[in-house]
């Protein structure tokens, strides 16, 4: 059975990034505002399994404080916490736009990620 629009944006936002493979566009883009854009699906494979190398690297906390669904649209806000060797590495507040074609495939994702300041 195919998951929900809700169910692949939230696999996504938590870091269980191959569970959303199959249900990206080809043309997808993926906006981290402020910090990079990638376009087309191999190109945002390539980098989510670029951080889910990070992902292993450290300890993750990852979050969920709202989530908001709308046709063919889906927003999660929440924060992300990193930990090494028992230390908090990087906290992240972050919100994701996640945007869906008339197939339900993930065409747009807008993702808004801010460091904790210490």
């Known amino acids: ?3 929900t629009q809700k169910e692949i ?3 996504f ?12 566009s080809e ?3 993926w906006d981290v505002v402020g910090e990079n854009r990638f376009k087309g699906k191999a190109e945002v494979i390539t980098n989510c399994k670029q951080t889910s190398k990070y992902f292993e690297s ?11 669904v709308t046709d ?3 927003v999660i806000r929440g924060t992300g ?27 747009k994702i807008s993702s808004y990620c801010i460091p904790e300041k210490k």
């Not at 450290?58 to 908001?68: A, G, H, K, L, Y």
């Not at 908090?88 to 197939?103: G, K, M, P, S, W």
């Open 1 to 3: 059975m195919k998951p």
């Open 9 to 11: 944006a939230e696999s």
């Open 13 to 24: 936002s938590s870091g269980n990034f191959e569970l959303t493979f199959p249900f990206l």
């Open 27 to 29: 043309k997808i883009v």
């Open 58 to 68: 450290v300890q993750t906390n990852f979050r969920t404080d709202d989530i908001i």
């Open 72 to 74: 063919n649209k889906v």
């Open 81 to 107: 916490e990193f930990i090494r060797e028992g230390k908090r590495v990087n906290l992240i507040i972050a919100c994701d736009v996640y945007e869906f074609d008339e197939n339900s495939e993930l065409e």
